[in-house]
């Protein structure tokens, strides 16, 4: 069954730190790139960062560059994204994907 679950999300400071997780069952993330979005309200959904299958790069939008962490696990078949000095803008659900697949989101508030 192919399927993506995302946690981790919650109610933050700015400055504050999140760790969110993608489980992909169904998937082999060796093989295939995985990519976080958010879609803040009122806005498009845009994409925050993205890992590669073999190799395991990553890439990440300006916006979060230097803050924001991709990794994964490939025994556990699930991907992080560690978001550090979070900002009032960060506020946003957070979707991972593989190919056409999304997972359901997860909220991530940032707010003083």
């Known amino acids: 069954q192919v399927q993506l679950v995302e946690s981790g999300g919650g109610l933050v400071r700015p400055g504050g730190s999140l760790t969110l997780s993608c489980s992909a069952s169904?998937?082999?993330?060796?093989?295939?790139?995985i990519a976080w979005f958010r879609q803040a309200p009122g806005k498009e959904r845009e994409g925050v960062s993205c890992i590669s299958g073999p190799f395991g790069a990553d890439y990440y939008a300006d916006s979060v560059m230097g803050r924001f962490t991709i990794s994964k696990d490939n025994a556990k078949n699930t991907v992080y994204l560690q978001m550090n000095n979070l900002k009032l803008e960060d506020t946003a659900v957070y979707y991972c994907?593989?190919?056409?697949?999304w997972g359901q989101g997860t909220q991530v508030t940032v707010s003083s």
């Open positions: 994907r593989i190919t056409a697949y």
């Open positions: 169904g998937f082999d993330l060796q093989s295939r790139a």
